[in-house]
T-cell receptor, first 114, second 115 residues
Framework: RKEVEQDPGPFNVPEGATVAFNCTYSNSASQSFFWYRQDCRKEPKLLMSVYSSGNEDGRFTAQLNRASQYISLLIRDSKLSDSATYLCVVKVGAGGTSYGKLTFGQGTILTVHP | NAGVMQNPRHLVRRRGQEARLRCSPMKGHSHVYWYRQLPEEGLKFMVYLQKENIIDESGMPKERFSAEFPKEGPSILRIQQVVRGDSAAYFC?????????????FGPGTRLLVL
């Protein structure tokens, strides 16, 4: 089983649509959670951290369910510029040498069309 | 404040040659991480270094790959005797300190093509 699993998509949605991405992780010692976006042939860029209480940044809302080991990202009012691959990212916080390592899901491809 | 710098951006090597990838972290960052992205796959952790120390190399192949982060100068990822399967995008990331929510900032990557 992969450490971080995402639905690879692709998701094709019209502008203005609401789209939701899901992610599950297998390591219960995971402590920090993030969503990154990656544009074609570019580096990953942090979209937002995910906190236990859930958090929102403009059109983006992230949720975390530690009991189910599940993370979600909701994008409202999709824009053409939201087209990218969205990466679910987990960091294990058990201390020691595993503390710095990010574990990436394979990514979910989103295409927003006019 | 310049971001994470990587060079070269593109590197072409023939099988059996050596590849050297360089990474200069953001100013003030002392933690460097290398990740590899194979075609059509997600990013995979390779190695985590602090100045002059390898902290975690659990993701790095045991043979042909090595990494260093000297006291002065950039971090280097070295691949000896490259094979076609080494063709990938290699990303470097840096962070100012080690903490649960500390963001890692990624460089633009080096795309290695082995002919």
């Amino acid at each position: 089983r992969k450490e971080v699993e995402q639905d690879p998509g692709p998701f094709n949605v019209p502008e203005g649509a609401t789209v939701a991405f899901n992610c599950t992780y297998s390591n219960s010692a995971s402590q920090s959670f993030f969503w990154y976006r990656q544009d074609c042939r570019k580096e990953p860029k942090l979209l937002m951290s995910v906190y236990s209480s859930g958090n929102e940044d403009g059109r983006f809302t992230a949720q975390l369910n530690r009991a189910s080991q599940y993370i979600s990202l909701l994008i409202r009012d999709s824009k053409l510029s939201d087209s990218a691959t969205y990466l679910c990212v987990v960091k294990v916080g058990a201390g020691g040498t595993s503390y710095g390592k990010l574990t990436f899901g394979q990514g979910t491809i989103l295409t927003v069309h006019p | 404040n310049a971001g994470v710098m990587q060079n070269p951006r593109h590197l072409v090597r023939r099988r059996g040659q050596e590849a050297r990838l360089r990474c200069s972290p953001m100013k003030g960052h002392s933690h460097v991480y290398w990740y590899r992205q194979l075609p059509e796959e997600g990013l995979k952790f390779m190695v985590y270094l602090q100045k002059e120390n390898i902290i975690d190399e659990s993701g790095m192949p045991k043979e042909r790959f090595s990494a260093e982060f000297p006291k002065e100068g950039p971090s280097i990822l070295r691949i000896q005797q490259v094979v076609r399967g080494d063709s990938a995008a290699y990303f470097c990331a840096s962070s100012p300190q080690l903490a649960a929510q500390e963001t890692q900032y990624f460089g633009p990557g080096t795309r290695l093509l082995v002919l």
